[in-house]
């Protein structure tokens, strides 16, 4: 994946030793049960996740420039919510991040980024975002990125030990980014 830049972040591989800083807002319990996954037990579980991310080859570590630490993640996962949209060339983007850095556009601002090399560099034809019905502030960063609200699902999370939630999917199409200013 191509590392990407931002004001004031750098998007970029995962490297095992970015697993203190991943361990630090993973194991948080605001963070992985919003997005569908059980907080961290310790650092090994963080590197085991890192390992993954760089098999994957899908999900970049969100560093802030100012402190040089990994303080979240971002995904650009190969999912296809509609199946009715399955030929066109479509990935969901998912993201975390660390707590004590939430309320200050961070997200947004990576989103953005992400939303642009996808249509530029990727020539993606559909970016879908997700979120659970609870989760209010990644509805705002959804809202905030431009993505429209397409449709929702009952799931059922098995890392979550078959929690019932319900899925809230917003996408955005190319057609309606050409022109759209970041």
């Given at each position: 994946?191509d590392?990407?830049?931002?004001?004031r972040?750098?998007?970029r591989?995962?490297?095992?030793?970015?697993?203190?800083?991943?361990?630090?807002?993973?194991?948080?319990?605001?963070?992985?049960?919003?997005?569908g996954?059980?907080p961290?037990?310790?650092?090994?579980?963080?590197?085991d996740?890192?390992?993954m991310?760089m098999?994957?080859?899908?999900?970049?570590?969100?560093?802030?420039?100012?402190?040089?630490?990994?303080?979240?993640?971002?995904?650009?996962h190969?999912?296809?919510?509609?199946?009715?949209l399955a030929?066109?060339?479509?990935?969901?983007?998912?993201?975390?991040?660390?707590?004590?850095?939430w309320?200050?556009?961070?997200?947004p601002?990576?989103?953005?980024?992400?939303?642009?090399?996808?249509?530029?560099?990727l020539?993606?034809?559909?970016?879908?975002?997700?979120?659970?019905n609870?989760?209010?502030?990644?509805?705002?960063?959804s809202?905030?990125?431009?993505?429209?609200?397409?449709f929702?699902?009952?799931?059922t999370l098995?890392?979550?030990d078959?929690?019932?939630?319900?899925?809230?999917?917003?996408?955005?199409?190319?057609?309606?980014?050409?022109?759209?200013?970041?």
């Amino acid at each position: 994946m191509d590392q990407l830049v931002t004001e004031r972040l750098i998007l970029r591989d995962w490297q095992l030793t970015d697993s203190k800083d991943l361990y630090e807002y993973a194991k948080n319990e605001l963070v992985g049960p919003n997005a569908g996954w059980l907080p961290h037990k310790n650092e090994e579980e963080s590197k085991d996740i890192i390992r993954m991310f760089m098999r994957n080859n899908d999900t970049y570590a969100i560093v802030l420039k100012a402190e040089n630490k990994v303080i979240g993640s971002i995904g650009l996962h190969d999912r296809k919510p509609d199946e009715s949209l399955a030929e066109l060339k479509q990935r969901e983007i998912g993201y975390v991040l660390n707590p004590n850095y939430w309320g200050m556009g961070i997200i947004p601002e990576a989103v953005k980024c992400l939303i642009k090399y996808s249509f530029t560099k990727l020539d993606l034809d559909l970016i879908w975002c997700g979120h659970f019905n609870f989760n209010h502030n990644s509805k705002r960063v959804s809202e905030k990125c431009g993505f429209k609200y397409r449709f929702q699902k009952n799931e059922t999370l098995k890392l979550l030990d078959n929690k019932e939630v319900t899925t809230l999917y917003y996408c955005m199409f190319k057609s309606n980014y050409i022109g759209h200013k970041n």
